[in-house]
C-alpha cells in the first residue's frame, strides 16, 4: 500500500525542482540579430528586448509576448487533458 504521505512529500519535492529550474532558465538569455532586427528571449520564452534599427519596439514585445502566452496555455491544456486520460 503506498504511503499517501510519502506521495505528498514527493510532489513536494518535484515542485521546488520545477521551480528552481524555471529561475535558472529565466536568468538565460538569447539574442538573435538578422539584418535590422535584434531579438533578446530568456529560457522562459519571455521576449526581454525588441528592436528594429537599433530602437526599441515595445509594441512588438508585447504582442509576442501575448502570442507566445497562448501557445504556452493551449500546450498546458492539452498536456492536462493527455494526463487525465493516461490516469483513467
Excluded at 535584434?38 to 509594441?59: A, C, T, W
Amino acid at each position: 500500500m503506498m504511503n499517501p504521505f510519502k506521495a505528498l512529500g514527493d510532489m513536494n519535492a518535484m515542485r521546488k525542482q520545477a521551480v528552481a529550474i524555471q529561475q535558472a532558465l529565466e536568468k538565460e538569455e538569447f539574442e538573435v540579430v538578422s539584418g535590422n532586427v535584434k531579438i533578446v528571449i530568456n529560457g522562459n520564452q519571455s521576449v526581454k528586448v525588441v528592436e528594429i534599427d537599433g530602437v526599441p519596439n515595445e509594441e512588438v514585445k508585447q504582442v509576442v509576448n501575448d502570442a507566445i502566452k497562448k501557445s504556452q496555455q493551449a500546450a498546458a491544456g492539452k498536456l492536462g487533458e493527455l494526463s487525465k486520460l493516461m490516469g483513467q
